[in-house]
């Protein structure tokens, strides 16, 4: 009996570790992802970039679940912090975070209420519009404002900058509504698209279903 508990008490930290190998495997790509971002000018300003640093996210997420979604998420971060460094003082970055967990955190609960491909895209269809609404907000209030005083600009210097891309845009409500939620619900469709394609096919060196 008491071999038949070591037996089990080494595979649970078996487990651990390779869970923590995961995480941080996953997470390091995530930061170094983060930080090819480019700009999608027909959507957004030039300072609103896309990045893929969601897909191994996300990936992990539906191996592991959806705390392991918020580690990796947390490491992401600070991989960036310390390959690129912050212009906003970190504020960037904590919304980067809550937009991460916003998108992979309600994706892993419903994947993981049922492990299947239905599941999967519901619950990605769901952190992508929770994300998107979120980011809305925190953007309008938080970022732009913090961006602003990085550079020095006032925020009406970024809705004339949206104004550029979308001629209805003419204060923070309409930049939100045109500029900042078709960004992110560009930016998450396609994020959940490429996860959609190649879960199943790496899923085998992570942690099985």
Do not use: W
Not at 48 to 53: A, E, G, R, V
Not at 98 to 125: D, E, Q, T, W
Not at 153 to 163: E, K, L, R, T, W
């Amino acid at each position: 009996m008491s071999e038949q508990v070591l037996q089990r008490g080494n595979a649970m930290e078996r487990s651990r570790t390779r869970t923590i190998a995961q995480v941080a495997m996953l997470g390091a790509v995530a930061g170094v992802l983060m930080n090819l971002e480019f700009p999608i000018p027909f959507l957004a300003p030039s300072f609103y970039q896309l990045d893929f640093s969601e897909v191994p996210v996300m990936v992990g997420t539906f191996a592991m679940g959806p705390v392991a979604g918020i580690l990796i998420e947390l490491v992401k971060i600070l991989v960036h912090l310390v390959t690129k460094g912050t212009m906003t003082a970190g504020v960037g970055d904590v919304a980067n975070f809550i937009f991460g967990c916003a998108f992979v955190v309600p994706a892993g609960f419903i994947y993981r209420s049922m492990k299947n491909r239905k599941h999967a895209v519901l619950g990605m269809i769901a952190g992508t519009l929770l994300t998107s609404v979120v980011a809305c907000f925190i953007n309008a209030f938080i970022l732009l404002p913090a961006y602003g005083k990085a550079f020095g600009m006032p925020v009406d210097a970024f809705i004339q900058m949206g104004s550029a891309v979308h001629g209805s845009v003419h204060n923070l409500l309409t930049f939100a509504a045109l500029i900042i939620f078709p960004f992110n619900l560009f930016k998450y469709t396609l994020t959940s698209l490429i996860v959609f394609l190649i879960y199943k096919r790496i899923r085998v060196v992570l942690k099985g279903d």
